[in-house]
């Protein structure tokens, strides 16, 4: 896949991203077109509304969150 693209891709000019969709699904015809999905903000997940914890350990009593209830980490040098 990877090689056909990039064979059709060679002398070509691209002037905007979306003109990668035509030329990605024209790389291959036979036995068929390649299958290209167009993708926007709507297939991608909001992470800006996270909270944030200064700590790994942010609860004090029982109840509160715990280390294995973790998803993601970020470090933040102070």
Request: glycine share 12%; net charge negative; aromatic share 12%.
């Given at each position: 896949?990877?090689?056909t693209i990039k064979r059709k891709l060679t002398n070509l000019r691209v002037s905007v991203p979306a003109d990668y969709i035509?030329?990605?699904?024209a790389a291959r015809s036979a036995p068929s077109r390649y299958d290209v999905e167009s993708l926007d903000h709507r297939c991608f997940k909001d992470y800006s509304k996270?909270?944030?914890?200064?700590?790994?350990r942010?609860?004090?009593?029982?109840?509160?969150?715990?280390?294995?209830?973790?998803v993601a980490l970020c470090y933040r040098p102070i």
């Open positions: 896949m990877h090689s035509d030329v990605f699904s996270l909270g944030y914890y200064r700590s790994i942010p609860g004090t009593v029982a109840g509160d969150p715990h280390v294995t209830d973790a």
